[in-house]
Nanobody, 114 residues
């Protein structure tokens, strides 16, 4: 079974930067970050395969960077040039490479406000 523990998040001013990390246990394949703003559906932010191939949502491309350390089973999200519309609860997810089941972290709040 996969367990995900997120860290990072918090309050930052527009234009600022913030980093998130998510440590996993178990056999991990693809990992990703999603977010959910109040009153909106959860949406993908960025994803990264076990081989390092990345995907970004159009709204964050060029501002956010996803990376992973396979030895530490950890995925990172570096967020730069943050905007108020980036405010959301950010969730890490990962796929169990054995069962293909998707697991989710507990979520961490990111608030961009002056």
């Amino acid at each position: 079974q996969v367990r995900l523990v997120e860290s990072g998040g918090g309050l930052v001013q527009p234009g600022g930067s913030l980093g998130l990390s998510c440590a996993a246990s178990g056999s991990i394949g693809a990992m990703g970050w999603y977010r959910q703003a109040p009153g909106k559906q959860r949406e993908v932010v960025a994803r990264i395969s076990s081989g390092g191939s990345t995907y970004y949502a159009v709204s964050v491309k060029g501002r956010f960077t996803i990376s992973r350390d396979n030895a530490k089973k950890t995925v990172y999200l570096q967020m730069n040039s943050l905007k108020p519309e980036d405010t959301a609860v950010y969730y890490c997810n990962a796929q169990d490479i054995t069962t293909y089941q998707i697991y989710w972290g507990q979520g961490t709040q990111v608030t961009v406000s002056s």
